[in-house]
């Protein structure tokens, strides 16, 4: 939900891993199951506070993740329309033009939030990136040949980020663990800025990681004891 990697492993191959940072006093995540809904599987942790999730895998070849903040901290308005967990699994449900889909779903009245979207279908993997700021809605495509690093905006100010991201250029990153140890043991030196993240009240409590092989992905979940 927080802290967010991708690797790619050749055109079509990728590992993708989440780590989930929420208040302790949250209530713990239901571990991923598959489900069906609307006739269409999908497999995801759920967050039973707001009954959505903030990853998941769908049957359409496609992940969805979310990262709670946009490209900067905001103020949290007393109430929204619904959970940014819903968009989630929203995205999940899509059958056809994810694009389109993501240009048009009603956002009005939903807290800013980052979602990162991989779709491979006919053989060609998308990368895209949804930014909602609460008013404006900034979808990128990117490069799926490249690596990337995403911190929550709402935990993690420009500086953090930027280390965060020099951590993950220096890492040993050619395999699913090495990845896996950089999301427990990355920054570990300052356990508030570490990517297994560690404060009074809020921490890293997840960490996610799903790894497609062809025509296989397999998803990797690990609950972490706030102790």
């Not at 103020?75 to 240009?103: E, F, H, T």
């Not at 699913?176 to 921490?203: C, S, W, Y």
Request: net charge positive; charged share 25%; hydrophobic share 35%.
């Amino acid at each position: 939900m927080c802290t967010v990697t991708y690797i790619p492993k050749n055109k079509t191959n990728f590992i993708f891993t989440s780590s989930r940072d929420v208040p302790y006093k949250r209530a713990k995540a239901l571990a991923p199951q598959e489900y069906i809904e609307h006739g269409i599987k999908i497999t995801y942790p759920k967050d039973p506070q707001g009954q959505g999730s903030w990853i998941g895998l769908s049957q359409y070849n496609r992940i969805v993740c979310l990262l709670n903040g946009g490209f900067e901290n905001h103020q949290p308005k007393g109430s929204y329309a619904k959970s940014r967990g819903l968009i989630v699994k929203a995205l999940l449900l899509v059958n056809n033009n994810v694009i389109d889909y993501i240009k048009n779903i009603d956002l009005e009245n939903i807290e800013p939030f980052t979602i990162i979207l991989i779709d491979w279908n006919n053989f060609e993997t998308e990368l895209i990136e949804l930014v909602w700021t609460g008013t404006t809605r900034f979808i990128t495509t990117l490069d799926k040949n490249n690596e990337y690093i995403w911190s929550s905006s709402t935990l993690y100010t420009k500086p953090m980020k930027t280390e965060r991201k020099k951590w993950f250029a220096n890492w040993n990153k050619d395999n699913a663990k090495q990845i896996l140890d950089f999301h427990h043991r990355a920054g570990v030196e300052n356990p508030e800025t570490a990517v297994l993240m560690k404060r009074e009240n809020v921490g890293t409590v997840s960490i996610s990681q799903l790894e497609k092989k062809d025509n296989a992905v397999s998803f990797y979940y690990e609950a972490i004891d706030a102790n």
